[in-house]
């Protein structure tokens, strides 16, 4: 018997990929085939799905303070992490962000900087930022759409959300304050009506251009493709054809809620297993209210405590997985 290992990562406790081979030691347990598949929304984490950095490149960070940003290139395909040239990890978080401020520059030196050693295609995925600039320090930093013709530019989104409402829906947990909220959604709206007579892009009609504080707007403006960041890493590890003739499949990650259902991993997992007749089983650090209704979920913090399920979760992923496959091999052989 074969199950799919196919999780985000559990933020601040596991990587996905530790948490897959995680799911894999149970797997070998139990006597089962493990194909892993550690999987990324498009945000933080999206270096690591892809085999991790083998470029590092000095950009501006953030808050205009150098910042060594790690990316990838390989056979002419760079992959780039927004969170690592202009997130709020690289300032040490939120709380020492400056919200009005922060560029996102060093994005676009590191697009620039792919172009310049050769990549064809870039996957920027988005997540994670300091930025609410409306991708206009990336765009700058770029200079010139031309720079990027002939280049095949796909942002992974993590939202869907619209490119002037990114400040009010993500602009707090950045450091803005509600005045400052509402200066950026006016700095948003003129960057929409600039962008439109500039580029001749209307960025306020596309799907999920305000994710990053709408640097992925920003760089549909230079002809960039907005996809949403599953169905970009999905695409590339042929998740499909994987599932193929698997008897489970197994995703997770480390907090199930209403958004976990709309463009994230867990969502998309859970979707294209139903698709493909293969049973799922989402593993979550913890669940909210009701997100265990949409397929079977375990939370490890009811099930082992939240001391246990934090200071060990890898060793509670593998044993609920464990238990899960050992019962599905009794069931088959029951049927046999």
């Given amino acids: 018997?074969?199950?799919?290992?196919?999780?985000?990562?559990f933020r601040g406790t596991a990587t996905a990929r530790q948490v897959a081979a995680a799911i894999g030691e149970a797997a070998w347990e139990a006597d089962w085939d493990a194909d892993e598949v550690p999987?990324?929304?498009g945000g933080d984490g999206l270096l690591d799905v892809f085999g991790g950095p083998n470029r590092t490149t000095v950009v501006t960070g953030p808050l205009g303070e150098p910042v060594e940003a790690p990316w990838r290139l390989a056979r002419r395909t760079a992959v780039i992490e927004m969170a690592r040239a202009s997130g709020t990890a690289v300032i040490g978080g939120a709380e020492h962000n400056d919200a009005v401020a922060a560029t996102?520059?060093?994005t676009g030196e590191l697009i620039l900087t792919a172009v310049d050693q050769g990549a064809r295609r870039i996957i920027v995925g988005l997540g994670g930022s300091a930025t609410t600039d409306g991708g206009l320090g990336a765009i700058q930093a770029i200079g010139s759409a031309v720079k990027l013709r002939g280049i095949d530019v796909v942002v992974g989104c993590d939202v869907r959300t619209g490119f002037v409402d990114a400040?009010?829906?993500f602009g707090p947990q950045k450091g803005a304050t509600a005045a400052q909220v509402a200066l950026l959604t006016r700095r948003l709206e003129r960057l929409a009506a600039m962008y439109d007579q500039e580029y001749g892009v209307d960025v306020t009609?596309?799907?999920g251009a305000g994710s990053a504080g709408g640097v992925a707007g920003g760089l549909a403006a230079l002809g960039a493709t907005l996809v949403p960041g599953f169905d970009v890493v999905a695409e590339e590890v042929g998740l499909d054809e994987r599932l193929v003739g698997a008897d489970l499949v197994v995703t997770g990650e480390g907090f199930v809620d209403e958004q976990s259902y709309e463009g994230k991993v867990v969502g998309g997992v859970v979707e294209l297993a139903r698709k493909a007749g293969v049973p799922v089983l989402v593993v979550a650090g913890q669940v909210f209210d009701g997100m265990g209704?949409?397929?079977?979920t375990v939370s490890l913090t009811e099930r082992f405590g939240a001391e246990r399920s934090l200071g060990e979760p890898l060793r509670c992923v593998r044993e609920v997985v464990g238990e899960r496959l050992r019962a599905d091999a009794a069931r088959g052989a029951a049927r046999r």
């Fill in 1 to 9: 018997m074969r199950v799919v290992a196919a999780p985000d990562k």
């Fill in 39 to 41: 999987l990324a929304d």
């Fill in 104 to 106: 996102s520059a060093g």
């Fill in 167 to 169: 400040a009010e829906v």
């Fill in 205 to 207: 009609v596309l799907e």
């Fill in 293 to 296: 209704d949409r397929a079977p």
